[in-house]
């Protein structure tokens, strides 16, 4: 008799045996045989006559996917800064501030390590200490940094940008101050987004309220009518990369598994083939699931519930909450940043896209009001930003109003 018909799925003990051998032939494929023997080691560490199966299986999945996931990122990520992701894993309860330019600092992470990415990138030109040459220059530095948030960013998770579309000069054709136009952004980053791989999934607009400007209004006459934009975009984008490595049947936990059809583009999908698995349906098809699936369904706990209030907030694609009023009635900043960060954005990601203990990541941090949010929600904040010099006492100020003066915050620097 084969020696896996000779054992029962009573068997705990035995139990992962029983995993090993309906996947040693794609263990010893998938890894070399150090790394095998590495893995080996590992999950029999705890082969425990007291686990029953299911935790097994959770146990054997996990180091499965860590030691996928580690071979993926040597191959992949030929500038790692050990020092930095030592700091970005260590004291998950603090807040981690990154100085340094975006593009600079993402190289030198791992790839596919990070959960969640959220941000509102300098928008052209509308701000002193963000300046190019012309919109070309600009998109140009924007693909370059999403490029690398494409890569940081671990698979079939979630990218939200908050864009707004300005009115501005291009300077393509000429710099006249009559060469003012409204620049679509939030057209050109989707589009951007799409060319490095992402998938476009919803665009929230957010209605900012009245506006206050006077443009517009100077001669009523046709021709002379446009409308003042109130509104930014908040476009929700997935990466799905196409990742045809097995993984296990999270019900049994073999690798015993034949490729399915693409749920989606990018999305490779597996059916169990382990005629023994806990779960069969009545035409005794095996367990069908993907990468996707394992991610969204695996941490539906008690305490990942997103609360009616938010929910509702955010059920229509068109929410409305007012922007952080920094000028008070004397034309005062009083935050001392040209650009805050609203909550409502953070939460809404974080809450929406994110596990407790995720790691979430601001590229363009400015006053680290993402990183702040994270924490909030028991997830580990992580922003970058170049303007140290600028800003340095106004963040480490609002964070601490945010959350009180005992938050534990960790900073990072590369020039």
Request: with cysteine.
């Amino acid at each position: 008799m084969n020696r896996v018909n000779m054992l029962t799925m009573n068997d705990f003990r035995s139990y992962l045996r029983y995993i090993l051998l309906t996947s040693d032939d794609y263990l010893k494929k998938i890894f070399e045989p150090q790394r095998y023997n590495e893995f080996l080691h590992t999950v029999k560490a705890f082969d425990d006559v007291n686990l029953l199966p299911e935790k097994i299986v959770k146990r054997f999945f996990s180091v499965y996917e860590r030691f996928v996931k580690e071979d993926y990122q040597r191959k992949t990520s030929p500038h790692s800064n050990k020092l930095l992701m030592n700091f970005i894993n260590c004291e998950p309860e603090s807040i981690k501030i990154i100085w340094g330019d975006a593009h600079k600092v993402l190289t030198q992470m791992d790839s596919e390590f990070v959960h969640l990415i959220v941000t509102s990138p300098p928008y052209y030109n509308a701000r002193e200490y963000a300046k190019w040459d012309n919109l070309y220059e600009y998109l140009n530095d924007m693909e370059k940094i999403l490029k690398e948030c494409y890569r940081v960013l671990d698979n079939h998770r979630v990218f939200v940008l908050n864009v707004g579309d300005i009115f501005d000069n291009d300077n393509l054709l000429t710099r006249s101050v009559r060469g003012k136009r409204r620049i679509p952004l939030g057209a050109y980053f989707i589009n951007l987004f799409e060319k490095i791989g992402f998938t476009f999934v919803d665009d929230f607009i957010w209605y900012k309220g009245e506006v206050q400007t006077e443009r517009h209004k100077h001669k009523p006459y046709p021709f002379y009518q446009y409308p003042v934009n109130c509104y930014e975009h908040i476009i929700v984008f997935h990466k799905h990369r196409l990742d045809e490595t097995r993984y296990p049947c999270p019900i049994c936990g073999s690798l015993k598994v034949n490729d399915d059809a693409q749920s989606e583009l990018g999305i490779q999908s597996w059916e169990c083939k382990n005629y023994r698995c806990f779960k069969r349906s009545r035409s005794n098809r095996g367990k069908r699931f993907s990468s996707k699936s394992n991610i969204t369904q695996r941490n539906q706990t008690q305490d990942n519930i997103i609360n009616k209030e938010l929910i509702n907030k955010w059920r229509r694609d068109i929410v409305r909450f007012p922007p952080v009023i920094k000028i008070n009635s004397n034309g005062v900043n009083t935050l001392g940043h040209t650009a805050p960060f609203p909550t409502d954005i953070p939460e809404f990601s974080v809450r929406f896209f994110s596990y407790k203990g995720d790691i979430v990541l601001y590229p363009f941090a400015g006053t680290f009001t993402t990183a702040a949010v994270a924490r909030k929600f028991d997830r580990i904040g992580v922003g970058i930003d170049k303007n140290n010099d600028i800003f340095r006492e106004v963040v480490l100020r609002r964070i601490k109003r945010e959350l009180g003066e005992c938050v534990a915050i960790t900073e990072f620097v590369i020039l």
